[in-house]
């Protein structure tokens, strides 16, 4: 039903360590080693975790050896921060509440989980709490229309978390199974906007508390092709939505060339990793998998 990670991110043709010259030749070299660490470096794992990983290659005896031990590797990292998300709604409403800066990919997801949610036969509501633009709200109506989402919107300006509230409560009364809200995009140095997410988060978890029988999940979006501030981000973004229960969507890896970034970004927030964003179309994402990723990343097939 979602696309494959294989198909659609750049990186994934050779493997990031594919332009170490010398490396099938001469196995882990010192030189090597360093060219290792370079590449590392470029594709954004760090400098702590790019020396992590060449430790890993240090005394291997051949580039597969060093590959499959590298990848090894990063798959058990990566698999701490993994996190499934299922398509289940039977225990009750489930209300996603979605953050992030501006542009990092926010409604484009909303707009593809609604439409997976909708294919496994759920209703779905959208909540246009971004009123900032009313390009927003007609962006996410466009969705909302595509994919068979019902909406709860109104004129720029509105209140965002009134409008969470009634939005809720138009989906408990309509006996709905799956809320998206869209918020607006904001830089976490923007401390009233931040205080509006608290709210908003707030007014949803009141709801659960009056119900019972609803659950409020925090996703975090983050664009990987910015991923140098997304620790930062993360920090900010925790801290206003109130703890750790929150998941990241990390967006456009398709357009990056620097898979590194994921396993960066989830060791510094401590946040864990459920979906990928790997493109614009409706299909273009996929679950994080921890040992898909780590084979791709290393260009080894994961047949
Ligand atoms: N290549 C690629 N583009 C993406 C992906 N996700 C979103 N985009 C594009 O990124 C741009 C911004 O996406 P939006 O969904 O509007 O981002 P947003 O977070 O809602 O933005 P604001 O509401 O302005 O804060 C759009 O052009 C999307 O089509 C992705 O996974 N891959
Ligand atoms: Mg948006």
Redesign the pocket.
């Known amino acids: 039903m979602w696309g494959s990670l294989r198909s659609s991110i750049s990186f994934v043709t050779d493997g990031i360590f594919s332009r170490i010259s010398g490396f099938k030749a001469l196995g882990c070299s010192a030189d090597i080693l360093a060219e290792l660490e370079e590449e590392l470096i470029r594709a954004d794992f760090g400098p702590s975790v790019a020396k992590e990983i060449v430790e890993v290659a240090k005394n291997t005896v051949s580039r597969d050896d060093a590959l499959a031990r590298i990848s090894n590797y990063i798959e058990k990292e990566l698999s701490l921060y993994e996190k499934r998300f299922d398509m289940s709604c039977e225990n009750g409403l489930r209300v996603i509440i979605f953050a992030?800066?501006?542009?990092?990919?926010?409604?484009?997801?909303i707009g593809k989980l609604g439409a997976s949610f909708v294919r496994y036969g759920k209703k779905v509501r959208f909540i246009a709490a971004?009123t900032f633009r009313a390009a927003?709200v007609s962006?996410l109506e466009v969705w909302a229309e595509r994919v068979g989402a019902n909406m709860t919107s109104a004129g720029i300006s509105a209140d965002p978390s009134s409008l969470v509230f009634e939005g809720i409560q138009s989906a408990v009364n309509l006996k709905e199974d799956v809320v998206l809200i869209?918020t607006?995009?904001r830089l976490p140095n923007k401390n009233s906007l931040m205080d509006e997410l608290g709210k908003i988060v707030r007014v949803a978890e009141k709801q659960r508390d009056k119900y019972g029988d609803i659950f409020v999940e925090k996703m975090l979006?983050l664009d990987s092709s910015t991923g140098q501030h997304a620790s930062v981000q993360a920090e900010k973004f925790k801290s206003s939505m109130g703890g750790d229960d929150i998941s990241i969507i990390m967006?456009?890896?398709?357009?990056s060339a620097k898979g590194g970034t994921v396993l960066r970004i989830a060791r510094e927030s401590g946040l864990p990793i459920c979906l990928v964003?790997?493109?614009?179309g409706v299909s273009?994402?996929a679950q994080f998998d921890a040992t898909e990723f780590s084979k791709l990343l290393c260009g080894m097939d994961n047949k």
């Open positions: 992030g800066v501006n542009g990092a990919g926010k409604t484009t997801t971004d927003a962006q869209d607006a995009g979006v967006t456009k890896l398709d357009g964003g790997t493109g614009e273009d994402f």
